[in-house]
């Protein structure tokens, strides 16, 4: 069985920073891209940012040069490194993986539980 779990969410101040930690266990043999997506309420979930097996990073334009996504392949962990955040970048934050549990089979999609960013006053 293969479980994501965030962790790092909480109230900020507009201006402030937050990092999210996303880490995976259970019975994993690879994993591929690592991403983050968050869906604030009333709102469709939308993709953040995206790391690759090899490291390769992709961003939403809404974040690309304050958030920072990176991974620990030695942690199967995946983080988001979220600097000068705005009130419009609260939502719930959820992490998502492609991953295998054994050589040769076809990798699936696996989700969080989500974890809850308010950015206020």
């Known amino acids: 069985q293969v479980q994501l779990v965030e962790s790092g969410g909480g109230l900020v101040q507009p201006g402030g920073s937050l990092r999210l930690s996303c880490a995976a266990s259970?019975?994993?043999?690879?994993?591929?891209?690592m991403r983050w997506y968050r869906q604030a309420p009333g709102k469709q979930r939308e993709l953040v940012a995206t790391?690759?097996?090899?490291?390769?990073?992709n961003y939403a334009d809404s974040v690309k040069g304050r958030f920072t996504i990176s991974r620990d392949n030695a942690k199967n962990t995946v983080y988001l490194q979220m600097n000068s955040l705005k009130p419009e970048d609260t939502a719930v934050y959820y992490c998502?993986?492609?991953?295998?549990?054994?050589?040769?089979?076809?990798?699936?999609?696996?989700w969080g539980q989500g974890t809850q960013v308010t950015v206020a006053s």
């Open positions: 259970g019975s994993i043999f690879s994993i591929y891209a």
């Open positions: 998502n993986s492609d991953l295998n549990t054994a050589w040769g089979t076809i990798p699936l999609e696996y």
């Open positions: 790391i690759t097996s090899g490291g390769s990073t």
